[in-house]
């Protein structure tokens, strides 16, 4: 379990005893920067079913992560759930030199990005991004590469690679959308057998749906370790410094890839209603609930687990 270095201070020098003044925040409104991926949609939602029982506001603000990070700085929004990194890193890096966001770490573990096929295309012997320079391996994929939203920071790291020419991407086409329509064309290639390269991540519902594997990418085009990822709760400085009791659940708020995926698949393959899908998972992981709750008050100071536990009946 995480402990924020503002939470320990207060209770070793006895001006917060644990579970017991942390429900002193300054604000009872939490504002969540939520960009339109089906993860961080539902993970949100999750952490509002929880805040809401215990006398917090919740709003989910769907904007960019990079104009989240500027929300972030100037007080106009609270809470990010998914830094990735090293995929933001940019984003990141100046949000922290200007002192405007505190990081709390991982709230998911097991997480990676990069180019990704369908298990068929790795199993007839692509598993290395430094086969794409081949042409007979451009040819068969059509000289395309299927990525997210125009814009995001992993499009301008693919944009990169391709002005860069790295694995010979100078001479591929990079095709971006929206998620789902990215996935709607991996969907039919699946369906012909066709290969197809795009950008996979997991957690999501994308990789036991499409057998999806992730090609060793040794000139590090989605970051260190072959695209292996941090996935952050970042939180606005002023924000974090006033109030202590939901930084603690936001502190140990964390989840596995594995957790993710099924409430990923439950929401964005099987388009489950989100308030749906969050409440079916709190009510079938209590353990998780108890975990994240731990020492954390409602609004009036009563036990957290409590009310949370009474809202879920």
Excluded: C
């Excluded at 502190?251 to 969050?278: H, K």
């Amino acid at each position: 379990m995480r402990r924020p270095a503002l939470l320990t201070t207060l209770a070793l020098s006895g001006l917060l005893p644990l579970g017991a003044q942390a429900s002193q925040d300054a604000s009872d409104e939490l504002r969540l920067v939520v960009p339109p991926w089906p993860g961080v949609t539902v993970k949100s939602e999750i952490l509002a079913q929880l805040a809401k029982p215990l006398g917090y506001q919740v709003e989910a603000l769907e904007i960019s992560s990079t104009v989240g990070y500027q929300t972030l700085q100037s007080g106009e929004s609270d809470v990010f759930l998914a830094g990735w990194l090293p995929s933001q890193q940019q984003s990141y890096d100046a949000a922290m030199e200007a002192g405007g966001i505190v990081d709390l770490g991982n709230n998911v573990t097991g997480a990676r990005m990069g180019f990704a096929v369908p298990g068929y295309v790795h199993e007839a012997g692509i598993t290395h991004a430094e086969q794409l320079a081949d042409a007979e391996v451009r040819e068969r994929f059509g000289g395309e590469i299927y990525s997210i939203e125009s814009g995001s920071t992993v499009s301008d790291h693919l944009h990169e690679a391709v002005e860069a020419d790295t694995y010979g991407l100078g001479s591929w086409n990079l095709r971006e959308s929206s998620t789902p329509g990215m996935l709607a064309e991996v969907d039919a290639a699946k369906r012909e057998e066709r290969w197809i390269l795009f950008y996979g991540w997991t957690p999501h519902w994308m990789a036991p749906a499409y057998d999806m594997e992730i090609l060793d990418d040794p000139e590090g085009v989605f970051g260190e370790n072959n695209g292996q990822s941090d996935v952050r709760t970042i939180v606005a400085r002023d924000y974090h410094a006033a109030n202590p009791n939901m930084v603690r659940l936001l502190d140990q708020f964390e989840l596995t890839a594995d957790e993710q995926s099924e409430f990923i698949r439950d929401y964005g393959l099987e388009q489950g209603d989100l308030e749906t899908v969050a409440r079916d998972w709190l009510q079938a992981n209590p353990e998780r609930v108890s975990t994240f709750l731990e020492g954390v008050t409602s609004r009036d100071g009563e036990p957290g687990l409590e009310a949370v536990r009474t809202s879920l009946e």
